[in-house]
């Protein structure tokens, strides 16, 4: 059986983009460059800006329907160490102000020690905000004290030694006001368009880790195909795609999403191990009170929206 949503209830986040774009990117023949230009690309040809603006807005339309509960494993890989492996829960939903998240990481799991006495886990928990308004605080469980609010240079930082950030998952970039339209091209079999996202000229710390972000949009689907971050001298420093899709409650969500270092060639594989879709969370789970306490341990009314309903 599959779900079906019937509210407005929507959340426009990355992940969700990146999802249904593994459609186009697992059935692109393997093909992992710009393969051979179509008469109707646009790309170093001087193309409207108007155009590009029309793309973009239909993009950033894009949505899951309700609420969603993942359980996660962060696979880091390091290319001269051992790999290891992190789970974890995430929650995702859309407050008044936009799309919302909460996400606890165990960094080190429970374990008990020569004497029998019980070593307590340790949790990296999250909650951020996308889009307008945004926001991100965190905590990690074995810390005295109120959560931490996150600036624009700390959410460049690892998260629990991965390639991954806050600002790879919150994705301000796909929102920034200022950007140039590259133009359309045949990327992975397929037309896609091009856009250079500007960091906002306010935004010293950031500016100082990041030039700008490079977006590969579909022009069929109008989703994210592949995400280039750009360093402070101009260097590309990360990839993101997508390995594997599937389809939970009758949504599209990405099996595995991996971020690639393109300076040390070092990846952090965020694999989704189980899922559910369509749901309505308690609005309680994504304040900051929220943080002082972990997912796991938390009984959390999870229900389905009276619109819902089951379909083959």
Do not use: C
């Amino acid at each position: 059986m599959a779900g079906s949503i019937r509210s407005m209830r929507r959340i426009p986040t990355f992940l969700w983009l990146l999802a249904l774009g593994a459609f186009f990117v697992l059935s692109s023949h393997g093909q992992r460059r710009l393969s051979k230009d179509s008469p109707l690309d646009t790309l170093g040809k001087n193309p409207s800006q108007e155009t590009g603006w029309e793309v973009l807005k239909t993009f950033r339309s894009m949505s899951w329907d309700g609420g969603y509960r993942w359980r996660i494993q962060l696979k880091i890989m390091p290319r001269r160490e051992k790999t290891r492996t992190l789970n974890g829960l995430m929650y995702g939903d859309r407050s008044e102000n936009g799309p919302v998240s909460r996400i606890d990481l165990i960094e080190r799991p429970a374990d008990v020690n020569a004497n029998g006495e019980t070593i307590p886990s340790k949790a990296l928990r999250m909650l951020f905000q996308s889009g307008k308004g945004s926001f991100a605080i965190r905590k990690r469980s074995e810390e005295v004290g109120p959560p931490e609010v996150v600036d624009s240079g700390q959410m460049m930082e690892s998260i629990a030694g991965s390639e991954y950030t806050l600002f790879d998952l919150m994705a301000p970039y796909a929102f920034w006001p200022s950007f140039k339209y590259e133009g359309r091209t045949t990327f992975r079999g397929s037309p896609t368009h091009l856009f250079w996202m500007n960091p906002p000229e306010n935004d010293s710390l950031l500016k100082e880790h990041v030039s700008g972000v490079r977006l590969y949009i579909n022009d069929q689907f109008n989703v994210l195909v592949q995400t280039e971050v750009f360093d402070s001298a101009g260097k590309k420093a990360k990839t993101l795609s997508i390995v594997g899709i599937e389809k939970v409650d009758g949504q599209i969500i990405f099996k595995e999403m991996d971020v690639r270092n393109d300076k040390t060639r070092d990846k952090t594989r965020l694999k989704i191990v189980d899922a559910e879709m369509g749901l309505s969370l308690p609005s309680k789970l994504f304040e900051p009170q929220s943080l002082m306490d972990d997912l796991q341990r938390s009984v959390i009314d999870v229900g389905r929206p009276e619109a819902f309903e089951l379909v083959e």
